[in-house]
């Protein structure tokens, strides 16, 4: 069973930018991560932006959209920031139908010794393969469906509504 | 949905014991990688074994299949060592019915850098959580049915049969 | 013999603010750093300043002169942002005489795991045990005297001058 | 000024053997750890042994000595297992006159997340630099001349006599 991640960018590909002394985005670390979980799961990787979640406009969802449509393999994970992550769920929930969707990311880059990232990536490839057609948001160890979940900015955390 | 994990030892949890210079079994580092991973899954943890898994006997695997059987909840997830994580799913398939148990460990020692741990807890704990009742291991982004896997020694993977 | 180490901030501390999305600065790691380095030295830390270097101020710098002056040990180390480490090293040798004073820092945040801030920790330490009073920069195992370094922008290193 | 670094094996370098489930020595860490350190010191590296030190012989012991006494720097740093490092270095300062030479080592492994190795690798090329001709012990950050250290055993540290 072949998935088909899309990365976007978000906390989870955040790297270190030594020049101006701030974070930025570079390349993903989504092939480094899989080598680190010894995945043996079939997927094809592509990288349709790398931003900020804050900075993604309704184009970039568009584009994200059509992607998911448009792709062969009917199980997709697609990695993006936390801050706007419900409204792009909703976005694919209303453009794309009959596929598995599943959304992660990070609350800590990757890149940082303390990320969660590894924990959320091995928890989206899983829900990617087991769960009916349908949107959803996977992190720390949860599942939502894309029209039942908030993000709790206090809390930093994803709840259902 | 709660999730009962049992603790058996295993590579997950081996640890470097610095007066006798090897690897020796501590305290589980579960609880470490959870607060990790911020898993937000509600888990009770009990700790049945901390050994290596070639030095299980049947005894031990008895330990674990009653635990399966009487806890209270339906989701269990069970850390194991790979070496004869088979034999104990093939166990557990015999003496329980009607839940979802998933068995996962890890290739690399979670204590070194380079563990495929963290990927392989959170997938197994999303595995839990959707499977229908049956024992299952859970390694490297793959989910197997307990009567359908084998590890392939010379590869170093699990692979369906 | 014992060091005193004051902390001013720069890269070295650098850690990950959830809310905002990007770096910022909260407590020092250096206690933690020690830990792991399993540190043997005798020291007194003191956090003097939690900034950028490029924020740094006339004023500042004179906090830690004064404090470099006033500490009753003679050996110290100072961690300090690589972007202005050349211009305080100057300050601090125009008004410290008599002491051994290092000033260390990182290139990546040691929240990362690519930090080489342990490595310049252990590297500093020593170099403050056994070098002659004078101002010095110790960076990525090389050791600077204040009045002959300088920051070499692009190749994002120190060099002799 | 070059330093020469000699490879002997020790906790410093083992590594987790997947096959047999336990630590073995496979290749050095060392040019990795000075890759992370960003380590700016011309160094040339050589493995002469890659062996627990408890399992050190005499003849082991005298092909450190002579590569110490022939090789063209002055200036030499030895990783070791802290087991029988005191031996050793004893060794060295009978077979050796009129270099500088500094063994090191780690209590973990390195590559175990929680390794004091590159604090003990950046500190022992530090003190390779600049510590006058001898023998010397550099560990967690404090540095022993060879006819006056000694390890302790329960304490697991290295200390003065």
New interface residues.
Partial sequence: MAICIFITGG?FD?T?D??R???SFGDTHLPE??R??????DVSIRTLLMI?S?EMTDNDRELIVRHCAQCDHSRIVVTH?T?TMVETAAAIAKGVTGKTIVLTGA???Y??????G??????????A???PPGVYI??????YAAERVRKN?EA??FEEV
């Fill in positions: 906390t955040k270190y030594e020049i002394g701030r974070l991560m899989l680190l979980g010894r995945s043996r799961v900020d804050l920031g801050d609350m800590i880059p890149a940082f010794g303390s990320s969660d590894l924990f959320n990536l091995g928890s989206a490839l899983s829900f393969q087991v769960l996977a992190m720390n160890g949860r599942v900015y930093r955390r």
